[in-house]
Nanobody, 127 residues
Framework: QVQLVESGGGLVQAGDSLKLSCAAS????????MGWFRQAPGKEREFVAM????????YYADSVKGRFTISRDNAKNTVYLQMNSLKPEDTAVYYC????????????????????WGQGTQVTVSS
């Protein structure tokens, strides 16, 4: 099972950019589709973005499409989330997640689709 550690969170102003990183260890990183989720206070954890095993495919939540970019570097065992044009509603704890589960033709966007999770990193966007 891979272990995941997020970094890069912080306090920024609306309109700013931030890049999150998630370093993997203890497993075969390229075996995992990788995703980013977020959870705001009092809300359920929600899907943000997903990237396939080699990075050839990506998928985004509508709320971040065009502003966020997910990428991965399998040589560095790291997945990234570049966040531009940040809004106060992007404030949340951001979690990195890995999936080796078979979801068939369905893109893994559910929490249960992922079997490895990081501890999260706080992102706060002030207005």
């Amino acid at each position: 099972q891979v272990q995941l550690v997020e970094s890069g969170g912080g306090l920024v102003q609306a309109g700013d950019s931030l890049k999150l990183s998630c370093a993997a260890s203890g497993g075969t990183f390229s075996d995992y589709r990788m995703g980013w989720f977020r959870q705001a206070p009092g809300k359920e954890r929600e899907f943000v973005a997903m990237i396939t095993w080699t990075g050839g495919g990506t998928y985004y939540a509508d709320s971040v499409k065009g502003r966020f970019t997910i990428s991965r570097d399998n040589a560095k065992n790291t997945v990234y989330l570049q966040m531009n044009s940040l809004k106060p509603e992007d404030t949340a704890v951001y979690y990195c997640a890995g999936s080796r589960l078979n979801t068939g033709i369905r893109t893994p966007t559910l929490v249960v689709d992922y079997d490895a999770w990081g501890q999260g990193t706080q992102v706060t966007v002030s207005s």
